[in-house]
């Protein structure tokens, strides 16, 4: 991979972070972990109450059927209906997911021995410190992204990569860079790390499955070392990127 280190070595500087802090990296990410389990528990209920309605009457799986019909229209009326809502709800989890993902970012950069302060409370600095910010992006991208996936699957996964660090990235340069010049930063920022990233997320496909087999439970342990995990990804990214510019730098002051 293109960066000053192995995954390998990212993942274990993910684990270190945790070693002896795991109650307040729980902390950090009690929201949506709580949240997951949760989404999880009542979706294996309603599952396995469809199932077992289906059995008892048959009758509902038949598409013929002009109740069911009837049901599959009101149902896709009420989804129309809810756009607005889900719109909202998909901002309100892009701001806690984009803010434990920076508060992570900064609890890494801290020495090994640092206790995170008021643990609980960092995983809303997406609302504290970049709530506006953080909406106005998360809207750009969405669109660029959206029409990626339009035109062709490809170019819009390739488009998700490329923005995967967007929030980060404006946390560490945001105040000095425009909505749109921030855009074409973290574009440049990922070019040639993108297959990277995407690889790198690949690695964690086995630990997806853990949490569904263990109805989110799996996810206690996982998602705080996920979110340290991508932090120090970046981190090496970023680290990547600036030897490279001194490099740059050095090599035009000799040409001078």
Do not use: C
Not at 149 to 157: D, E, K, N, T, Y
Not at 183 to 194: A, D, L, Q, V, Y
């Amino acid at each position: 991979m293109q960066t000053t280190v192995t995954r390998g070595e990212i993942k274990q500087r993910a684990k270190a972070r945790m070693k002896g802090h795991f109650r307040e990296a729980f902390a950090l990410n009690s929201l949506p972990i709580i949240l997951g389990i949760v989404a999880l528990v009542i979706a294996i209920i309603v599952t396995a109450l469809a199932i077992a309605a289906t059995i008892n009457n048959p009758q509902l799986a038949d598409p013929s059927d002009l109740d069911a019909q009837t049901s599959v229209a009101e149902m896709m009326t009420s989804n129309q209906a809810s756009y607005g809502a889900g719109l909202i709800s998909s901002i309100l989890g892009a701001l806690l997911s984009a803010g434990i993902s920076v508060s992570s970012l900064r609890w890494l950069r801290q020495d090994a021995d640092t206790r995170l302060e008021r643990p609980f409370a960092q995983q809303f600095v997406g609302f504290s410190e970049f709530f506006v910010p953080f909406i106005v992006l998360f809207m750009l991208t969405s669109i660029i992204i959206d029409l990626g996936l339009i035109a062709f699957v490809i170019p819009g996964i390739i488009l998700q990569l490329a923005y995967a660090p967007i929030y980060l990235l404006y946390a560490d340069d945001g105040p000095r860079k425009g909505f749109f010049e921030m855009i074409g930063h973290s574009w440049r920022f990922m070019r040639g790390h993108k297959l990277d990233w995407f690889i790198f997320e690949l690695s964690f496909i086995p630990w997806y499955i853990g949490v569904g087999l263990t109805a989110g439970l799996l996810g206690i342990y996982f998602m705080p070392y996920h979110n340290l995990a991508v932090a120090a990804f970046y981190d090496a990214i970023r680290q990547t990127e600036q030897v490279k510019d001194e490099h740059i730098d050095s090599d035009t002051d000799s040409r001078l």
